[in-house]
């Protein structure tokens, strides 16, 4: 099975950009697709985005689209989430997410592999 870890989170001014970074390792990556979510403090874990195994399909949460993408580097074992025109409210521990199929997947159900999160933090 895959083991995820995410990297790349830090403190940002609002209006920055960021770009957190998922490693995946002892599964076949391509094979999974992939997602991102995020939990602030006292909130629900939440639907950020997602991608299929080949990257040609991508999906968004709309409090997110237009400011974030995702992509990954199948030959790198690496899934990444590029955030620019960050805000206060973007502010969470981000975790990126596996699934053993090919197609997205938009609920925290539909993933069965998890990293450990990496904090974000935006300050106005």
């Known amino acids: 099975q895959v083991q995820l870890v995410e990297s790349g989170g830090g403190l940002v001014q609002a209006g920055g950009s960021l770009r957190v970074s998922c490693a995946a390792s002892?599964?076949?990556?391509?094979?999974?697709?992939m997602g991102w979510f995020r939990q602030a403090p006292g909130k629900e874990r939440e639907f950020v985005a997602a991608i299929s195994k080949t990257g040609l399909n991508t999906y968004y949460a709309d409090s997110v689209k237009g400011r974030f993408t995702i992509s990954r580097d199948n030959a790198k074992n690496t899934m990444y989430l590029q955030m620019n025109s960050l805000k206060p409210e973007d502010t969470a521990v981000y975790y990126c997410?596996?699934?053993?199929?090919?197609?997205?997947?938009?609920?925290?159900?539909?993933?069965?592999?998890w990293g450990q999160g990496t904090q974000v933090t935006v300050s106005s």
């Open positions: 002892g599964g076949t990556f391509s094979s999974y697709a």
């Open positions: 997410a596996g699934r053993r199929v090919g197609f997205i997947g938009t609920m925290r159900n539909d993933y069965a592999y």
